[in-house]
């Protein structure tokens, strides 16, 4: 299943499925880097995307020890403030 660093399932996504949009895939794919390469022709640059290439990690919340970070909490990106807040309690007090 594609899936973006952003933890976003583009399978379920009607965009990916219609074949509007292409997956960002793990932050360390080729896939990553096409996508980042596409968006900068288009004058925009997804921060969380940018972020997974350049820390050389896969999936955010996963594998960086940031996750959650300010990136997500400035939005709009697909997990809601809510979920993040959980995220957190759950985590424990390392984040």
Do not use: W
Not at 60 to 89: I, K
């Amino acid at each position: 299943m594609a899936t973006g660093p952003c933890g976003l399932a583009c399978d379920a996504c009607g965009l990916y499925n219609r074949g509007k949009c292409a997956s960002c895939g793990p932050g360390n794919s080729i896939e990553a880097r096409a996508k980042i390469n596409f968006q900068e022709q288009l004058g925009f640059r997804c921060p969380v995307l940018a972020c997974a290439i350049t820390r050389n990690i896969d999936y955010c919340s996963r594998d960086c020890s940031e996750f959650p970070c300010s990136r997500y909490e400035r939005g709009p990106y697909p997990l809601s403030l809510g979920f993040l807040q959980m995220y957190r309690r759950r985590s424990g007090p390392q984040h």
